[in-house]
């Protein structure tokens, strides 16, 4: 969050290996682990 990275306003997730992070606006919500869905925009 230091970069100040641009996120969607509504719900969003970013994969990394072992995880994925969702948010919604500037804030995370929540991390799920492999093989739990995520909703939103997918950041790349």
């Not at 994925?20 to 869905?37: E, N, R, S, W, Y």
Request: hydrophobic share 35%; charged share 30%.
């Amino acid at each position: 969050m230091r970069a100040d990275p641009e996120v969607p306003e509504g719900k969003w997730f970013k994969k990394f290996p072992g995880m994925t992070v969702c948010g919604k606006g500037d804030l995370i919500k929540t991390f799920l682990q492999p093989g739990q869905v995520a909703t939103g925009e997918e950041l790349k």
